[in-house]
């Protein structure tokens, strides 16, 4: 079973930044698209920003030019670096295949923008 544990999240202000990270347990990492995904309080889990193994990045289009994501094969982990952060990127963060998700998620890190 995988195992998906995420952490940096925090509270900040507006503009500010935050860097997640989300370590992975999955066996053959090194081969799976990996996407962070975000859940508003009232709203479905959306993706947020996805990576191929090939480094190929791709973003919703809310993020694009504020937020990267990087992974590090070597240690089975996904970053998600957040700038100029806004109050509507307040959510819960997770990371997880993409686009076939593994059937469990790990507990998330909360992100909230606020001054």
């Known amino acids: 079973q995988v195992r998906l544990v995420e952490s940096g999240g925090g509270l900040v202000q507006p503009g500010g930044s935050l860097r997640l990270s989300c370590a992975a347990s999955?066996?053959?990492?090194?081969?799976?698209?990996m996407g962070w995904y975000h859940q508003a309080p009232g709203k479905q889990r959306e993706w947020v920003a996805v990576i191929t193994k090939n480094m190929i990045t791709n973003y919703t289009d809310s993020v694009k030019g504020r937020f990267a994501i990087s992974r590090d094969n070597a240690k089975n982990t996904v970053y998600l670096q957040m700038n100029s952060l806004k109050p509507e990127d307040t959510a819960v963060y997770y990371c997880?295949?993409?686009?076939?998700?593994?059937?469990?998620w790990g507990q998330g890190t909360q992100v909230t923008v606020s001054s």
């Open positions: 999955a066996r053959f990492f090194n081969i799976y698209t």
């Open positions: 997880n295949r993409w686009p076939n998700a593994f059937d469990s």
